[in-house]
């Protein structure tokens, strides 16, 4: 059975802030990096097997994959796919606004200047389905974004509009996904 692992990125200011960071490019904290590291070593100390890192262009999760290969050993390259979704106007705002919140419930709905749900699971959808093919001679670490670990996680498992909103990693927390038997 193929299988991958996802891991979030490391903390941001804007993480610490409580604000939506969605498709602008947020550096990683002091913090993030060293959680980027302890999740290189932690990778080694569990023995996780995996042959190629993908990981989003957006700095925070590319620092993280970067510090992760880096201890590993496993090669990392960038996967546009895995940017994460674009919310518009509502980068920057509060992470926990009503406002938004609503907004959310709006799948087929693109933010004003942003990426609806639909479009975001329809992307990603097609990476797992393509990483699902290769699964039986590669294994993967996906290194990405909260609002991609939801789509992830709905591609195995499914959610409510709540249980989907309500779901996420933590910072640089690591996640095995099996795929089904063929």
């Known amino acids: 059975m193929g299988h991958f692992y996802f891991v979030r990125h490391g903390q941001t200011v804007w993480n610490v802030e409580n604000k939506i960071c969605g498709a ?15 999740t290189g070593k932690k990778i080694l100390e ?12 957006l ?10 290969s880096e201890i590993t050993g496993i090669p990392a390259r960038e996967e546009p796919r895995l940017k994460e979704q674009n919310f518009g106007k509502w ?4 992470r926990d606004g009503e406002e938004f919140r609503k907004a959310k419930a709006s799948f087929a709905c693109s933010y004003e ?7 975001l699971a329809q992307r990603i959808y097609n990476l797992l389905d393509d990483i699902k093919a290769e699964s039986d001679q590669k294994t993967y670490i996906l290194v990405a974004h909260n609002g991609i670990a939801r789509v992830v996680q709905s591609y195995f498992i499914d959610m409510t509009n709540e249980e989907y909103a309500a779901f ?13 038997e063929k």
């Open 24 to 38: 602008t490019d947020i550096a990683l904290t002091e913090l993030g990096h060293e959680q980027a590291i302890e």
């Open 46 to 57: 569990e023995g996780i097997q995996a042959d190629e890192i993908l990981y989003s262009p």
């Open 59 to 68: 700095i925070r999760a590319a620092d993280t994959a970067k510090h992760i």
């Open 91 to 94: 980068e920057s705002t509060p």
């Open 113 to 119: 200047g942003g990426e609806s749900m639909m479009k």
């Open 168 to 180: 996420g990693v933590k910072n640089c927390e690591i996640v095995r996904y099996d795929f089904p």
